[in-house]
């Protein structure tokens, strides 16, 4: 779906995935910058880079890509110690942090850090506090109080951007993107949704007819802001090919739901020849509204030629 003055640029990001020694991840991170990526970001995994130190060394190795959490485990933390860690890493990287929210979805990882699960209702609950906690301790123009000292008389750090840190909640749930209407900048769709019978975080794609459904959702709940938000994208494979259907047969077993036709269509897969992936990628922005895509680090070479491509598009 174009907006009314037409579509929003693109922006393309990648997701750093692989702890890696100083000298590597820098490299990595300057990697992306040499081929064009407008935002590096980290996830919030164990067995993961720790977020924030980890987008202090990628601004340290860069100057123009923006930096990002796609997205915190809202679960892992408690507001009041989030907003330090936000108001310093942005003020350290000099007002390039864009903060990524999401609840959480792998009750493994909070059983290891001994850490409560909680049910969805209860994680969706503490992503919301978590929200407008930032909002009034590190916050926007619309919360007045945001200068104000938290509850004991201690200053808090402030970010670098005002009025804020850009933020981008992360999810497809009703309440979640309820939440994202009110409150983020970047809406980001997740392009799978956690089986309700696994314990270690197993994801079944969201279907291109599911995307419609979940996006107009969120555009109803969105009606009345007075700007629109950029809707984000994670893809989950790019693979410039002549056999598509011979590229994404591995997967199959993974997801026994789908057939080969639908995985085909799945939106978070970009596969096919370089043309056919840029089409697809114009006809899912016209369809969806997707102008912020982000891949994974596996995928990062293999896009840059199909982000060449969009470039003013």
Not at 6 to 16: E, Y
Not at 190 to 198: F, I, K, Q, R, V
Request: hydrophobic share 40%; with cysteine.
């Amino acid at each position: 779906m174009s907006r009314p003055d037409g579509p929003r640029p693109f922006r393309f990001g990648v997701s750093l995935i692989t702890p890696a020694p100083a000298d590597e991840w820098r490299a990595k991170c300057r990697r992306a910058e040499e081929l064009g990526y407008d935002v590096i970001l980290v996830p919030d995994h164990l067995g993961m880079p720790a977020p924030f130190p980890a987008l202090v060394a990628a601004a340290e190795a860069t100057e123009r890509p923006r930096l990002g959490t796609l997205v915190l485990n809202a679960g892992f933390w408690n507001p009041a110690l989030l907003a330090r860690e936000v108001a310093t890493t942005d003020a350290l990287t000099g007002g390039r942090l864009e903060l990524g929210l999401g609840a959480g979805y792998v009750r493994t990882e909070h059983d290891t850090a001994g850490l409560p699960f909680g049910s969805p209702r209860e994680r969706v609950d503490h992503l919301r506090r978590t929200v407008e906690e930032l909002e009034r301790l590190i916050g926007s123009q619309e919360f007045p109080h945001s200068r104000l000292r938290p509850s004991g008389g201690t200053p808090m750090p402030q970010p670098a951007q005002q009025p804020r840190v850009p933020l981008l909640i992360g999810g497809n749930g009703d309440r979640v993107l309820r939440l994202t209407a009110e409150h983020a900048d970047i809406a980001a769709f997740g392009g799978a949704y956690p089986d309700p019978e696994s314990t270690t975080g197993r994801l079944i794609p969201v279907t291109a007819e599911q995307f419609d459904e979940r996006v107009a959702r969120y555009r109803k709940f969105a009606q009345g802001r007075a700007e629109p938000a950029e809707l984000n994208l994670l893809l989950q494979m790019v693979a410039v090919t002549e056999d598509r259907a011979g590229a994404v047969r591995p997967l199959l077993d993974r997801v026994p739901e789908l057939t080969l036709e639908q995985v085909l269509e799945l939106p978070i897969l970009l596969v096919g020849a370089l043309e056919q992936i840029v089409e697809q990628v114009l006809a899912q922005r016209e369809r969806y509204g997707f102008s912020y895509l982000t891949v994974l680090e596996p995928y990062m070479e293999a896009f840059a030629p199909v982000m060449e491509r969009l470039r003013g598009k």
